[in-house]
């Protein structure tokens, strides 16, 4: 892979300079990570029988404090989900008794999401075995380095979020 992108960026400023000049060599690096780690996540979720948007459904429950309840327009916020991507994954996750879900004392029409604890202990289980890819994905990371990477990359998502309209 490596290699590949030496030769893709190589083969930019010898070819297209005017757009070799601009461009910015990380972007596509970040590309390919995201793409690795997605993959990884996908193989651990099919193992539970579970699809990859379960996963930041199930995590942003866990990551409420208990009971773990959230309103379906707090998990969207959280999620960036569509009503309809939701819906189907709400239905998924409470036929396999990972979520379960009751009306809302204050407002009857409003159906509470809740983290049931079968659902608690797969989350869990999942997310360790995410963290050893994320482990291997920094091994060869110094802390500071890691902490540096983590800093400039928080910068870039800050500009490119100020500049996104």
Known sequence: MIEKFETFLSLMEENWPEAYEDMMPSLPLIDKIHSINESLRSKVMAEYGLQTSDFGLLTALRRTPAPH??????????????????????????????????????????????????????????VIKAQQSHRLMKADFSVQEAKQLDRLLTKLLTTVEAHKE
């Open 69 to 126: 309840l959230l309103m379906p327009t707090q998990i969207m916020d959280y999620m960036l989900i569509s009503s309809g991507g939701l819906t189907k994954a709400l239905y998924r996750l409470e036929e396999k008794e990972l979520i379960s879900r009751s009306p809302s004392s204050d407002d009857g029409r409003i159906k509470l999401v809740q983290l049931t604890e079968k659902g608690k202990e797969i989350i869990e289980e999942i």
